[in-house]
Nanobody, 125 residues
Framework: QVQLVESGGGLVQAGGSLRLSCAAS????????MGWFRQAPGKEREFVAA????????YYADSVKGRFTISRDSAKNTVYLQMNNLKPEDTAIYYC??????????????????WGQGTQVTVSS
């Protein structure tokens, strides 16, 4: 069974940066797409960024374009989310997700088969 483990969350002041990591427990696991979602208290889970694994194309929510970057290290079977110029409204639990096909829409959580446990990101004003 594949496990996804997020790390890199923490507390940062507005304008600061964090880099989140998502590592797959099985080195032979090759997803079709990887995504990052976030969920703030009292809100629904929200799409943040996605990566098409075969070609490396990336997609971003409008709220994070120009500030966040999703990337991968195939040798380490790890996906990253570099977050710059963080804002208080970025505060949420961030989840890594993996999809096993290209069916569905990448902004929908139900298009991903595997999920990590989440890592807390808190941005102070």
């Amino acid at each position: 069974q594949v496990q996804l483990v997020e790390s890199g969350g923490g507390l940062v002041q507005a304008g600061g940066s964090l880099r989140l990591s998502c590592a797959a427990s099985r080195r032979t696991f090759v997803p079709y797409r990887m995504g990052w979602f976030r969920q703030a208290p009292g809100k629904e889970r929200e799409f943040v960024a996605a990566l098409r694994s075969t070609v490396g194309d990336t997609y971003y929510a409008d709220s994070v374009k120009g500030r966040f970057t999703i990337s991968r290290d195939s040798a380490k079977n790890t996906v990253y989310l570099q977050m710059n110029n963080l804002k208080p409204e970025d505060t949420a639990i961030y989840y890594c997700a993996a999809g096993v096909s290209y069916s569905g829409n990448y902004v929908r959580p139900d298009s991903y088969a595997y999920w990590g446990q989440g890592t807390q990101v808190t941005v102070s004003s």
